[in-house]
């Protein structure tokens, strides 16, 4: 019963991610005609949701947390993996591809990742205004 009550949060970020890849395979023609390669963009997009997975698991773990230190500690952490797999991703990329980059399709990610953001920041927003015991 305790999964059911902490997975509820996280509902509109998986609803999000379903919407968005039913977008971009559905897409494509669109997306070819402004130039963004939708493998580029499932692949971004599969990535920030995963570690927006793992950033929300670490971020409301964090919230339920009293001692001050291990609550920022928490936070910086999620926040320095969310960024590595980011930029590791964006690096590998970018050698695997060589001259072909889509550079569109990189500025997309980067948009998926400002929703992605917005949104994780938002749910755990109002999760630190209810009691620690509704998380």
């Known amino acids: 019963m305790e999964n059911k009550v902490s997975s509820r949060p996280f509902l509109p970020i ?18 070819a005609e402004g130039r963004f390669d939708f493998r580029v963009l499932l692949a971004g ?10 950033s929300f698991y670490l971020y409301t773990s964090a919230l339920r947390n009293n001692n001050v230190h291990a609550f920022v ?12 797999a980011c930029l590791l ?10 001259r072909g980059v889509n550079k569109n399709g990189i500025f997309g990610c980067f948009g ?5 953001t917005w949104l994780e920041v938002r749910i755990l927003v109002q999760l630190n205004r ?6």
Do not use: D
């Open 14 to 31: 998986l609803i999000v991610f379903i919407v968005s890849t039913l977008f971009i395979v559905l897409a494509r023609p669109l997306l």
């Open 45 to 54: 997009n599969i990535l920030l949701f995963g570690v927006t997975v793992i």
């Open 73 to 84: 500690r928490t936070m910086y952490g999620s926040l320095l993996v969310k960024l590595f």
């Open 89 to 98: 991703a964006t690096l590998v990329y970018g050698w695997i591809a060589g």
């Open 112 to 116: 998926l990742y400002m929703l992605y």
């Open 130 to 135: 209810k009691p620690a015991k509704n998380v």
